[in-house]
């Protein structure tokens, strides 16, 4: 909660809104899309930098409409960039905490009272409906504070230890967590300002410069953040915002000796080669990767049927179904099957689908033609193999008509060895399976690469044997406000196990922070 708005926003919380929130948002909306298709540099050592090549980012709702010109930067940007976090980066270092902290919260700020305007660049850029979009920028100014609070907490991570009895001399020593240098931040397009903007507040709150390369996708809401830093007065150089190609101009970032670190945020595809490639320098350079996911719910024959439905399908579909955290299958014990999955298709015949600034509206459009076209092939393939219940369609006619509209798919009847029950398909495709215990849909649940979050409906005993076996680094019980989805800093920490992540300790948790931080002892003998 902040002066600027009266509400505090989770994804939890944002299913009864306060009228205030649709009425700012609306005339943020309308001020946005006044100034729509303004060119963009990017900021290099604290200044804009223009490319000779360019690319437009559109509105994945309308693919006619033009939102901002976006700088194709090159390898030589990449290095430029490097070049002045490296030159940045002995000073910042040596500020003290405290006055990183300031800084940072000055930027959190600064986000809170931009959220309508971000918010809405977020809704048009993205295609996120209103209320995900508002999510987005609200937890990214909450993974600022968080972070600001978790160093404070530790008081800077400096930490008095024992004093070894040495005779005649005596000796202290300290423990203290510090930064490593210039901190690289890739993020994906699903949550452009908070998986840009958190894992940057991490990087320079705990004294590392920093280098932020957004999904080409959304390089305008990483920029809205880049001017916040900038605003709050974060020294030229300390941040350095990128935008280009990952192939090219990522991948120049990853290959650069001066890097010092990464978070990488996205597939895990791309991730496992990032990995790779970091690896090949003279030493071990810490890497959080933040990866796909393929997200169970189960539901016991115990379970409340109506929070199950809708829990699941707030997380199957919210966003598309283009969350890392997003409910992509479910299982069901055979005695309520028939009941929930009837619940579960009235449900999701239910969602809005549309321009996804309007007020009514669950389901935007899907991010590009290339997700639009995964969506068809995926489709036609599950009609073969499995029961369409609801969806399987694209829509073309009318208001779709310029954007990558499709509906939400639930899919029963798919064979268990079947491909689609292990590939992140990132569209809004949930299957179903019935089993015959719970024993059953724990294998299942389990007998994929991914870890990352699951939900569980049943009884409160239940619940324990499910946490206890579930594999996935965020786990739900009984939660009608999504089934696997809808983490917030401070309160759900977020990170994956197995191929979902690298760090096995979640952002927005107690132990994230160090993560971006080497330690070192400080031992001084004094002679008595
Ligand atoms: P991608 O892996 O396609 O891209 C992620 C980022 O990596 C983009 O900025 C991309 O740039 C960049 N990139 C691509 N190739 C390279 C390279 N060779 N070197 C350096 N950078 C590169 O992911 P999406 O944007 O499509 O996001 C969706 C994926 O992200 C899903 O798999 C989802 O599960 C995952 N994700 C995971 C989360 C988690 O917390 N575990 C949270 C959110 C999403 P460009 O756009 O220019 O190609």
Not at 79 to 104: G, N, Y
Request: with cysteine; glycine share 10%; net charge negative.
């Amino acid at each position: 909660m902040t002066a600027e708005s009266p509400f505090k926003l989770t994804y939890a919380t944002m299913f009864n809104p306060p009228e205030e929130l649709h009425t700012r948002f609306e005339e943020a909306l309308a001020k946005v899309k006044a100034g729509l298709g303004k060119e963009y540099g990017m900021i290099i050592d604290g200044k804009e930098r223009f490319a000779d090549e360019k690319f437009v980012d559109r509105n994945p709702a309308n693919t006619d409409e033009f939102l901002g010109i976006f700088q194709k930067g090159t390898v030589q940007d990449a290095h430029d960039a490097v070049a002045a976090a490296k030159k940045a980066f002995t000073k910042w270092s040596r500020t003290p905490w405290q006055e990183r902290v300031a800084l940072i919260r000055k930027a959190a700020d600064l986000i809170d009272q931009r959220i309508f305007e971000i918010g809405a660049a977020v809704a048009l850029e993205v295609g996120k409906n209103r209320m995900e979009a508002l999510g987005d920028v609200a937890e990214t100014a909450d993974l600022f504070r968080y972070a600001c609070d978790s160093m404070e907490k530790n008081n800077g991570f400096i930490v008095e230890m024992g004093r070894d009895p040495l005779t005649g001399f005596q000796s202290t020593n300290f423990s203290i967590l510090r930064p490593y240098g210039v901190w690289l931040v890739i993020s994906p397009f699903n949550f452009p300002a908070a998986l840009t903007g958190g894992p940057s507040a991490a990087a320079l709150v705990t004294g590392n410069t920093l280098i932020m390369k957004p999904a080409t996708d959304t390089p305008w809401t990483a920029r809205l953040l880049a001017e916040c830093l900038r605003d709050a007065g974060i020294p030229d150089g300390v941040f350095n915002y990128v935008t280009g190609p990952g192939s090219t101009l990522g991948q120049a970032l990853i290959d650069h000796p001066d890097i010092a670190g990464v978070t990488f945020t996205g597939s895990y595809d791309v991730g496992m080669k990032i990995y790779r490639d970091f690896a090949q320098s003279r030493w071990v350079r810490p890497t959080i990767l933040e990866l796909g996911g393929k997200n169970p719910a189960i539901v016991s024959r115990h379970a409340n049927l109506e929070d199950a439905a809708v829990g699941i399908v707030r997380s199957a579909f919210g966003l598309q179904g283009q969350k890392c955290s997003a409910c992509s299958r479910v299982f069901i014990e055979e005695p309520v099957y028939d009941e929930l999955v009837e619940r579960l298709v009235a449900l999701t015949n239910k969602l809005t689908i549309g321009d996804p600034t309007a007020r009514n509206v669950y389901m935007g459009p899907v991010i590009n033609a290339s997700s639009y076209r995964d969506y068809q092939n995926f489709a036609e393939e599950l009609h073969q193999s499995g029961r369409v219940l609801t969806g399987g369609k694209i829509l073309t006619e009318g208001e779709y008509a310029k954007g990558y509209f499709v509906t939400p798919t639930l899919v029963a009847d798919l064979p268990a060895d079947h491909r689609l029950w292990q590939v992140e398909m990132f569209v809004p495709i949930t299957t179903i399976a019935k089993v015959s215990n719970l024993e059953e849909a724990m294998t299942r649940a389990n007998e994929v690469m991914y870890g990352l979050t699951a939900g569980f409906y049943g009884s409160p005993e239940e619940v324990e044997w499910f946490f206890d076996r579930i594999e996935a680094g965020v786990t739900y019980a009984n939660r009608p406000q999504g089934a696997t989805t809808g983490a917030w800093p401070g309160f759900q920490p977020f990170g994956g196990w197995k191929a979902s992540g690298a760090s096995g300790k979640n952002a927005g948790g107690v132990y994230y922070l160090p993560l971006y931080m080497h330690e070192q002892i400080r031992t001084l003998v004094k002679r008595l």
